[in-house]
């Protein structure tokens, strides 16, 4: 049931904090601060490449992951959409791991690509929310994320749940690979282990959020900029508006500003700057800044730290807790949810059932 709450989605974002923390458990061994995945070690220290496929939000935490597997494990990544990954014609290598990410695990395009990866000979790794779907029936290496059933048709809680797994994942490859020490592993658990009390300390935002959704739900156009983790954070905002306010939305990596985006900023167009505080910042402040200079009202969703650096002049600002740049994609997807949330509720659409969208996609 819904609870005390209106949808849901709401819901379902208000349970955040219990499911990531529900999912680390089963992956983050606290006493003796170590990642395990139900798999031998050995296994993951063989991998030479890692080819992860899925669709829509859940695609955007596989592109989150990237980043993770490239900077901790420094393994080669290949990432795809799951409807272009099918139909081009991927090389897989003997000795890859192919990594497919589905909420419902019983997406049609996902369950191509994991077939024909294993034709392929690559070993399938799922992780996926319903452990009796296809997918993970058909895995190799099923990692499970607990986040409970998902009504809502938009994702949410799925989606930082798969993080949750995906840097445990990310981390257990890089100590298999001799690429994390114990120390670095440490630091890793304990900066997951801080997720469901960010996330908590998100929430509190809520209203704050709810108060500023009107300068999204009077545009016609949207877009939404982040950088290097963040980047797919804003594609998973821009996915969220659209699907469930039916207002146009675009997430562009900030950077790519200024080679033709920009020319859509006016006055009407709101843009929502996904910047925390951390070694990306500042570069994508900068691009912020461009976007001002053009008239674009700026929404900024940062730290304390972050919004008294650089919130001068945007429209309106969203406070977020500081936590570590690992998590703070983790972190950072809650005020994008509820962002769009409060801008649907506001338009008077459906939120748990939006117009011409079904939550498993069962046909190619
Ligand atoms: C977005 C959304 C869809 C799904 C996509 C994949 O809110 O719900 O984009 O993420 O259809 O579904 P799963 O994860 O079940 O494979």
Redesign the pocket.
Known sequence: SKGNHRHYMLKEIYEQPIVVAQTLRSYLQRLDEKVTLPIPEGDLSAIKRVTIV???????AGMVARYWFEQFARVPVDLDV?SEFRYRAPVMEPGGLALF???????AD?LAALRHAKKEGQTIAVV???PTSS?AREADLLLPTHAGPEIG????K??TC?LAVLAALAANLARAKGRLSHLEERAIVKHLAEAPAAINAALAYDEAIEAMAGTVASARDVLYLGRGTDYPLAL?GA??LK??SYIHAEGYAAGEMKHGPIALIDENVPVIVIAPSGPLFDKTISNMQEVMARGGKVVLISDYDGIQAAGEGCVATITMPKVHPLIAPIVYAVPVQLLAYHVAVMKGTDVDQPRN?????TVE
């Open positions: 899925a669709c829509g939000t859940s695609f955007y799951a990410i589905s909420q419902s695990g019983e997406t996902t996926c929310n319903v997918m048709v938009a994702s949410t799925a989606f798969q998973e996915l969220k699907e469930i969208l079904a939550k498993s996609v």
